[in-house]
């Protein structure tokens, strides 16, 4: 028996690349396997959502508009509310009137929907029935 000990061959040629064929393979079956399980992770209990509805604001002089500006400060019609325990207090002294009136906010829209919220449970603590949210309506298109 003879033995080739210091030639090396064309074939026996140390191969530097990557081979990429079971890295394509473990791919193309996560691929498969998410396109499986996404559709039954997104499906939620069956649930009917509300209509898109613009109802014109009725203003009546009972009527409470609260607006809050982009930095969280809270105005009653245009006379500023220190803080949310007078908010509360004064929102209370209102739901007790019959008929209640609706408490409209006016959120500005650069603002953090946590300030928004704030007097929503505000709202929700003084036992005010209706709150709406005053929006500009979408811009008009032409066809």
Avoid at 36 to 52: G, H, M
Avoid at 81 to 93: A, H, I, T
Avoid at 135 to 142: A, D, G, M
Wanted: proline fraction near 8%; hydrophobic fraction near 40%; include cysteine.
């Amino acid at each position: 028996m003879a033995m080739n000990a210091g030639q090396q061959s064309d074939d026996d040629e140390v191969v530097s690349t990557i081979n990429t064929t079971p890295l394509v393979d473990v791919m193309l079956v996560l691929l498969i396997i998410f396109l499986i399980t996404i559709p039954v992770i997104t499906q939620t209990a069956p649930v009917e959502l509300p209509k898109e509805r613009n109802l014109p604001t009725q203003t009546k002089p009972e009527n409470i508009v609260l607006s809050v500006t982009k930095d969280g400060d809270v105005y009653w019609n245009e006379a500023r509310v220190p803080d949310q325990e007078s908010l509360v207090s004064r929102l209370k002294k209102s739901a007790v009137l019959d008929p209640q009136p609706e408490v409209h906010i006016r959120g500005d829209k650069d603002g953090r929907y946590e300030f928004v919220g704030k007097v929503v449970v505000a709202c929700q603590r003084a036992g005010i029935v209706k709150v709406g949210f005053i929006t500009e309506p979408p811009p008009k298109t032409t066809r």
